[in-house]
C-alpha cells in the first residue's frame, strides 16, 4: 500500500505523531493509500522553512520569478495525464473532466 508523507524543507519526512489516515479512490471505494498525520513538530518545522524561503523569493527579481512560474507550467503541461489520473483517483473525476480542470489551471500560471 501507498504510503504518503510530507515534504518539508526539499525532503519527504514521514509523518512521526503515530497518526494515519486511509485515502480511498472515490470512484471506486477501494483504499489506495495511507497518509501520514503530522504532527505539531512537523507543523512548526514546515511553517519555519516556508518563512524562511519567503526572503528569497521576495528578493528574486520578476523576470527571475517569471521563468520559475513558466517552467512550472510547461511541468504541469508536459505530464497532465499523469495528474490527470491522480487527480481522477483522489477526486472520483473522470480523467476528461480532470484534464479540463489542468487546462484551467494552467491559465492561473
Given amino acids: 500500500m501507498k504510503q504518503i508523507s510530507h515534504w518539508i524543507n526539499g525532503a519527504v519526512v514521514t ?9 480511498f479512490n472515490p470512484a471506486t471505494g477501494v483504499q ?12 512548526d518545522s514546515a511553517v519555519a522553512a516556508a518563512t524562511a524561503a ?9 523576470s527571475r520569478r517569471a521563468e520559475i512560474m513558466f ?8 505530464n497532465r495525464n499523469e495528474i490527470a489520473s ?3 483517483a483522489e477526486h472520483g473525476k473522470v480523467i ?3 484534464l479540463g ?3 484551467r489551471g494552467l491559465e492561473n500560471i
Fill in 101 to 103: 480542470e489542468i487546462a
Fill in 32 to 43: 489506495s493509500a495511507t497518509v501520514d498525520f503530522a504532527s505539531v513538530d512537523e507543523i
Fill in 86 to 88: 491522480m487527480l481522477s
Fill in 54 to 62: 519567503f526572503p528569497a523569493w521576495r528578493a528574486t527579481n520578476l
Fill in 96 to 98: 476528461t473532466d480532470a
Fill in 71 to 78: 517552467n512550472i507550467r510547461n511541468l504541469v503541461q508536459s
Fill in 15 to 23: 509523518g512521526t505523531s503515530g497518526r494515519s489516515g486511509a485515502v
